[in-house]
């Protein structure tokens, strides 16, 4: 007779791994399967975030930020550090040591949860006596039932038609971490989130790098102050971006690869690159789910179609993170996968939408909640807008970092903060304070009234609220 679970998580990435974990401090026997292997065939849980996402992008954006300092930043200090060089070798391994941290920080939590972990391949089975079994084929093959089932598993890199990854010229983002070699020219295909992020890290490492960027503007999700804002530091760094283009024929050769393209005049033009990177989006992965065997509803995205709440077209089957609608973002994933265990405990699972925050990692920083000054007037909703300069907050000018700004967007009438926009140094973590404030419906006099450590960058986030009226002190 298989093993029984009341809740069988199939995906150990950001939005399984915690569901697991909340399901079990609910007082659930839970079982969650992942099949990612390391390079020894054994198991890494964690998924994209862990292996191939979040974790080493941020571990190769340090390295290289510190490289850039170093040569270019440390002489105004005062420091002098010569003949500064990157062992690649040394900052991959780096990265390495930092995922399997992370490994084994979530099969630790597993076991302190007393969560049946298994590793391999989950595939749904009708169950005889009605319902579903799931078969995990890893070294040994068993199957397991569940009367819940949350399924996490995650996307896989979009590759173009016509040229599959190879991961040695065409790049996915497990390639881009792990090219041995600084390239003497990197291109990048998509000027998105990992296009940026993966561009600079290269830069700074001493690649000649090119983004081609289909649309005709850049970052066009983002506030549109903001997004200029950033490019104008990205131009300054020499990170070549070029907007408008068609990408055509992609050829590999034992050299590098050729990329024609036609640019925004419609002139037609060819790049030739030792690595290309292709960042141009992610889909949807239920490969291997036998989601035909019990009629899963996939969209034409190839996405889970779930409701509000997770459900999807089968009675007892849950879905969330990047196999669903929404932001393609660990923290999403995350807090879709507690949600769903709390509801599945009959409570009431709780995700807004509307204050999930956006990072770009670069140097600087983006990061934003709510929404842009475009949505607003798109939308129709009178709106006060107030924004502070980071060359006028003097942590920043200690720092030595004094590009961009916070932006603050607070309705007309009632001045509850709509949006918070934020480039420069640390808008990855001054961003939150902006997600507090919206959750809990704050107005721009509230942060504006609310005392501010001196001197630090989030002064810039109370003033830009004090904008938001006109009355900012330092500027
Ligand atoms: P995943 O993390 O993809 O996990 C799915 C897991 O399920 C995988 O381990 C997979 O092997 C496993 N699996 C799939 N099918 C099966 C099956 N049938 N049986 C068993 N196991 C299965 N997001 C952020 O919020 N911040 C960032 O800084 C960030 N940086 C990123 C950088 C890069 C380069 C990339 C590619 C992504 C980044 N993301 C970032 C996005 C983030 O990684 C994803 O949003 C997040 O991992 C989604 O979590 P998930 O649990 O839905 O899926
Ligand atoms: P993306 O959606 O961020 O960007 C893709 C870019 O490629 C877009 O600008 C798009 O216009 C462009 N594009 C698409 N097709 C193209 C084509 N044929 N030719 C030229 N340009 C084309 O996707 P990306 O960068 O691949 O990242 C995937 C997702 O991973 C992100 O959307 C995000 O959800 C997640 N992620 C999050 C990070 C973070 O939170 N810091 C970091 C990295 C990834």
């Not at 291109?187 to 890290?201: A, H």
């Not at 939150?432 to 809990?440: G, K, L, S, T």
Request: with cysteine; hydrophobic share 40%; charged share 25%.
């Amino acid at each position: 007779m298989s093993k029984q679970f009341d809740v069988i998580v199939i995906g150990g990435g950001p939005g399984g791994y915690v569901a697991a974990i909340r399901a079990a401090q609910l007082g659930f026997n839970v079982a969650c399967i992942d099949e990612w292997k390391n390079e020894k065939g054994g198991p890494a849980p964690g998924g994209t975030c862990t292996n191939v996402g979040c974790i080493p992008s941020k571990a190769l954006l340090q390295s290289s930020e510190h490289f850039e300092h170093a040569n270019k930043h440390f002489a105004e200090h005062g420091i002098s550090a010569s003949d500064v060089k990157i062992d690649v070798a040394k900052m991959l391994a780096r990265k390495d040591t930092v995922v399997k941290q992370n490994n084994d920080g979530i099969l630790y939590l597993f076991k302190k949860n007393k969560i049946s972990f298994f590793h391999g391949r989950g595939s749904f089975v009708k169950a005889a006596e009605g319902g579903y079994e799931i078969k995990v084929a890893g070294a040994a093959e068993e199957s397991i039932t569940g009367k819940q089932i949350i399924i996490a598993t995650g996307s896989n890199a979009r590759a173009l038609p016509g040229t599959p990854f190879d991961e040695e010229f065409v790049l996915s983002n497990d390639g881009a971490l792990r090219v041995g070699a600084v390239p003497k020219k990197l291109g990048l295909i998509g000027s998105g989130v990992i296009g940026l992020e993966m561009g600079s890290v290269w830069r700074r490492l001493g690649a000649e790098v090119t983004i081609l960027e289909g649309l005709p503007t850049f970052l066009g999700a983002v506030d549109e102050q903001i997004a200029k804002e950033a490019k104008k530091a990205f131009d300054k760094q020499g990170l070549k971006i070029e907007l408008g283009v068609k990408v055509g024929e992609i050829k590999t050769g034992k050299k590098g690869v050729s990329i024609a393209y036609t640019n925004a005049k419609g002139e037609a033009q060819s790049l030739d690159v030792d690595k290309l990177i292709v960042s141009i989006g992610r889909v949807p992965n239920t490969i291997g789910l036998n989601t035909e065997a019990v009629g899963l509803q996939l969209d034409e995205r190839g996405a889970i179609v779930v409701d509000g709440d997770c459900k999807t077209n089968l009675p007892g089957v849950w879905a969330v993170g990047d196999v669903v609608r929404g932001p393609m973002l660990a923290h999403k994933a995350e807090e879709e996968g507690v949600a769903v265990a709390e509801r599945i405990a009959g409570q009431h699972g709780h995700v807004n939408f509307n204050t999930i925050p956006w990072v770009i990692y670069t140097s600087p920083e983006i990061a934003w909640v709510g929404r842009t000054e475009q949505q607003l007037k798109a939308d129709g909703v009178k709106y006060k807008a107030g924004s502070f300069p980071f060359l006028a907050n003097g942590r920043a000018r200690a720092l030595g970092d004094t590009t961009g700004m916070v932006k603050m967007l607070a309705d007309a009438d009632t001045d509850e903060i709509l949006g918070v926009h934020i480039v420069g140094p640390q808008a990855s973590e001054l961003i939150a304070e902006a997600v507090v404030a919206m959750e809990f419906k704050a107005s721009s006099e509230d942060i504006a009234r609310i005392c501010h450590a001196h001197p630090s960058l989030s002064e810039a986030t109370k003033e830009a609220a004090l904008a938001v009226d006109k009355r900012t002190l330092n500027f």
